[in-house]
């Protein structure tokens, strides 16, 4: 398929610019991981200092269920905020990784097809039926795949839309069970 040591060599430093691409952006979900992870801790020892002073001052029992009432809803909120910043980082690292395989996909069809037009004008005659049969057979599995891509996409995008209504709900749920708790507390 390479026809001299130039198109080998271009090859070649087109798959590693892609490595280093993939490369990269590992590390920078990676990246964003870890601070996240970092800024997440930094916030729950903050937090629990603070609740167990706060839990410290109690002086009765109604004040205790109070107290605990009003410290579930930011728990659950915060908890909330990092699993979806966690989905974030993941869907936009899956995107990009994507965005990289589909233009891997249609520079491998753009050489598939010169190679078949080069090996068109070569072959001998009567063997354009079995070239087109190729095409036709390349055509289809394009327009396969990118149906998938599309299907993949589609699904994506619901699994998004439901997460984000899971998340709402269960906010929801628990700011509405604090509030009915601290009622009957009362």
Same mark, same amino acid.
């Given at each position: 398929?390479?026809?001299?040591?130039?198109?080998?060599?271009?090859?070649?430093?087109?798959?590693?610019?892609?490595?280093?691409?993939?490369?990269?952006?590992?590390?920078?979900? *990676?990246?964003?991981? #870890?601070?996240?992870?970092?800024?997440? *801790?930094?916030?729950?020892?903050?937090?629990?200092?603070?609740?167990?002073?706060?839990?410290?001052?109690?002086?009765?029992?109604?004040?205790?269920?109070?107290?605990?009432?009003?410290?579930?809803?930011?728990?659950?909120?915060?908890?909330?905020?990092?699993?979806?910043? =966690?989905?974030?980082?993941?869907?936009?690292?899956?995107?990009?990784?994507?965005?990289?395989?589909?233009?891997?996909?249609?520079?491998?069809? &753009?050489?598939?097809?010169?190679?078949?037009?080069?090996? *068109?004008?070569? *072959?001998?005659?009567?063997?354009?039926?079995?070239? #087109?049969?190729?095409?036709?057979?390349?055509?289809? #599995?394009?327009?396969?795949?990118?149906?998938?891509?599309?299907?993949?996409?589609?699904?994506?995008?619901?699994?998004?839309?439901? =997460?984000?209504?899971?998340?709402?709900?269960?906010?929801?749920?628990?700011?509405?069970?604090?509030?009915?708790?601290?009622? &009957?507390?009362?």
């Amino acid at each position: 398929m390479f026809a001299t040591p130039e198109q080998f060599a271009a090859s070649n430093k087109a798959n590693i610019e892609t490595l280093l691409t993939l490369a990269n952006t590992a590390f920078a979900s *990676a990246e964003r991981l #870890a601070a996240l992870n970092l800024n997440t *801790a930094r916030s729950i020892l903050e937090d629990s200092v603070a609740n167990t002073k706060a839990l410290l001052t109690v002086k009765d029992a109604q004040e205790f269920i109070n107290l605990q009432t009003s410290l579930a809803q930011p728990l659950v909120e915060k908890a909330v905020a990092y699993a979806r910043n =966690v989905y974030e980082i993941t869907s936009q690292s899956q995107e990009e990784v994507s965005k990289l395989l589909e233009g891997q996909v249609a520079e491998l069809n &753009k050489g598939v097809a010169s190679a078949l037009d080069k090996a *068109a004008k070569s *072959a001998p005659a009567g063997s354009d039926v079995a070239v #087109a049969a190729v095409k036709s057979a390349i055509a289809a #599995a394009n327009s396969a795949y990118d149906s998938m891509s599309k299907a993949a996409k589609q699904v994506a995008e619901i699994a998004e839309a439901n =997460v984000a209504a899971a998340t709402n709900a269960t906010v929801k749920a628990v700011s509405t069970g604090t509030k009915t708790t601290a009622k &009957k507390a009362a």
